[in-house]
């Protein structure tokens, strides 16, 4: 008897732990969706992949979405509950240095239908930069946008020096 209580104890808690369990992924399913929500609902938001620029050992794709502003491109980790960027691409001497398809190894991790740019700052003298720091992935629409934000600039608008 003392082993029949034993068992049925058990799986009491068994089953508990596995509606917990539950209930915590659900929370965080939710979490993230609310967080993807209320950041893309002003507007401004386009789906895009980063990785940091041409190392030698290359860095993993990310997906997240790109948040214009007025003086940079917050990006933002699709899977997370951090509210704050985890990468803000200022605007200012902000240049594409290339732009490419993706290259068969990209495709393990990118679609086709996508176009790699790769990006960097000016230098402080206003020279071109040597090498790409960021590399973005995205749609060709999604790219023509980027493209109007970067060349454009609200009327009013002053750059802070």
């Known amino acids: 008897m003392g082993e029949q209580l034993f068992s049925q104890s058990w799986f009491l808690v068994a089953e508990w ?7 915590t992924a659900l929370a965080g399913l939710v979490a993230v969706t609310v967080r993807r929500f209320v950041l893309e609902r002003g ?25 214009y502003g007025t003086e940079e491109l917050r990006w933002y980790r699709i899977f997370s509950l951090w509210p704050r960027p985890a990468v803000e691409l ?27 740019i790769e990006v960097g700052w000016t ?31 609200p009327p009013g608008t002053v750059w802070q020096s």
């Open 17 to 23: 732990l596995f509606f917990a369990l539950l209930i």
């Open 43 to 67: 507007g401004g938001a386009v789906e895009c992949y980063l990785r940091r620029g041409a190392g030698a050992p290359r860095a993993p794709w990310r997906i997240g979405f790109g948040r």
């Open 90 to 116: 200022p605007r200012r001497g902000l240049v594409v240095m290339g732009r490419r398809a993706p290259t068969p190894r990209d495709l393990a991790e990118l679609t086709a239908d996508l176009v790699v």
């Open 123 to 153: 230098g402080a003298d206003g020279s071109d930069p040597k090498e790409p720091v960021y590399e973005l992935a995205m749609t060709e629409s999604a790219l023509t946008g980027f493209l109007s934000w970067l060349e454009s600039l």
